[in-house]
């Protein structure tokens, strides 16, 4: 092995460059765009656009065809936000499930992202903010760890643009983008790295930076990282908390390992570290003190999630296996999870090949290291608490076992733990690439890069198919609702809406949610003993339109009925019932409704009646 070989081996990119002097880091040529770059991250920002271009043409007239049914909530959570340009925004909405409302830090409900672009859903619709937010989620995560790999670890260009690109658009993102937008804007995940690096890195006294300051610890820009991290920590819960947790949860084991392969540099920083993440902890939970109360012991609280560990655990073949959204992929390897925004573990067998060889080819130093053994937690995790392998459950106990029951934690699905594998293994392939192109051997320079890209190529996305959706009622979309209920009144679409079929959430986020419904698809405490559900119970009535519109059978109406039919409207505090024209078995719910109430008005393409 040359001495080249040995220092690309042992070299960690973890550790800082040589500083420039004072003048050097402050000079305009340090700041002037590096046009390499600025076209790299402009190619993976169109890379997002092609995926999604699908939704482009008519985000208005396109929905997400593989989970059209989430991207609905998300745009109705768009709409919700929004509200806050008009001063009417609170933890606890009133627009959704009507009267009890929801409780929107118990939803993933994307609050500071639906804030950001509150002017874009307020000027042209939450569908083209969601379609907006679902390209963006892709490109600037991917912009994103590739500024994080160049910038913070000082990697080959190259190097960098794998790592970010497979960041941006691995399977488990690409997978997770039909409509989980809480699951892929990432885009603080690489600031939040970066700001423990930085205070890393300035508690230790030995840190090029702290030249001559007589090895002490530059405590200015532990504080700056402070405050940076706990501005990060803060804005994330609001985006999305499990990837908060995830991403936390991965540092701590990578902090344990790196701790332990590097003593002396832990036992120098230790203080310092301690210091700068005691101050971001503290002003993380001054900011965040409330928020997470309400979350937790506000109206309309869960104590526990919503979803079984035990279903939703990742398939052990599906490791090996590449997603149907992957370019090599095939629509029978689906049978491997269980849905088409769940093909987190979707690796391929090439990939793992590779990202096991440069595991072990680099396996001395701490930072490769810490990737590995971390990668390899949290994919034992993602495992669930039973093993299963081909869709047949196993009688192996996984270690997830070991954290059922946990608060908070059994809020988080197991197979998404595997989304933790994205960053830790493009980590590993930046650091084998960069350390391949400083190789003598000319082989190696072409053989590494030229593996990795093998490799990647494969699980290459393809565009995520859209299909048409059903155009809003001109009497949402032309304001006609307004001459039936007052803004934030009840309205009752009917049928109402339901966690399968959420549709008429959608009038409602077409009117900038200026309207109140009942029921529909959220989580909130209705299960037994006040434990999470998937939205609410029906009321009588919610229940016989569900039949008449299900059967296309009138159900039998008398006075019983009727009285029923007041007595739920009395609850919902309902202004206004609408039937719109279009709906399926339209003319059996019309026959129910004015059997229930008489006859209705038309406005518009919709016949309503008044009920309060």
Known sequence: MTSTARAAQQADPADPPPAPGRSARWSPARFRPDLPDLAICLGLLLLAVWVMHGLWPSPTGKVLGLNPEDQTLYEWFLAVDSRVLHGDFSLLTDRLNAPDGVNLMANTTVIALGTLFSPVTLLFGAPVTFALLATLSLGLTAVAFYLLFR???????????????????????????????????????????????????????????????????????????????????????????????????????????????????????????????????????VALAYPLWFQFKGPQSVPNGVFSPHFFSADLASFKTISPLSLFGRDENARLSTGPAEYNTFLGWPLILVAVGCAIWLIRRPLVLACTIAAVVMAALSLGPEVVVAGTRTDVVGPYRLLLGLPVVDGALPMRFALALIPLIATVLVVAVDAALKLEWQVGRVLVPGLVAIALLPLFPKP?????????????????????????????????????????????????????????????????????????????????????????????????????????????????????????????????????????????????????
């Open 464 to 612: 995520l198919p859209v299909v048409d959706r059903a155009p809003v009622p001109e009497f949402i979309s032309g304001g006609h609702w307004r001459d039936c209920v007052s803004p934030g009144g009840v309205m009752i679409p009917v049928p109402p809406a339901t966690p399968k079929e959420p549709w008429p959430m959608r009038w409602s986020a077409a009117a900038g949610a200026g309207f109140a419904i009942p029921e529909g698809f959220f989580i909130a405490p209705y299960g037994a003993n006040g434990t999470a559900s998937m939205g609410t119970y029906s009321q009588p009535t919610s229940q016989l339109f569900k039949q008449a519109a299900t059967e296309g059978v009138v159900p039998g109406i008398g006075d019983f009925q009727r009285a029923q039919a007041k007595a739920d409207f009395a609850f919902w505090k309902a202004q206004c019932v609408v039937l719109a024209d279009g709906t399926v078995n339209e003319a059996t719910l019309r026959q129910t409704l004015e059997q229930l109430l008489g006859p209705g008005k038309r406005i518009a393409d919709a016949t309503t009646w008044k009920v309060g």
């Open 151 to 285: 910038r913070v670890a000082r990697a080959h260009r190259l190097a960098a643009a794998i790592g970010g690109g497979f960041c941006g658009f691995a399977p488990g993102m690409i997978s997770q983008n039909n409509s989980h937008l809480h699951m892929t804007a990432l885009w603080l995940v690489p600031v939040l790295v970066w700001a423990v690096v930085g205070i890393l890195r300035a508690a230790d006294p030995r840190d090029p930076v702290n030249a001559g300051r007589e090895g002490r610890r530059g405590w200015r820009r532990i504080v700056i990282f402070s405050l940076v991290l706990a501005v990060t920590v803060t804005v994330q819960v609001f985006i999305g908390e499990e990837v908060l947790f995830l991403t936390a949860l991965t540092l701590v084991i990578m902090t344990l390992v790196y701790a332990g392969a590097r003593p002396r540099f832990s036992r120098r920083v230790l203080g310092g570290a301690a210091a700068g993440l005691g101050v971001a902890v503290a002003l993380s939970v």
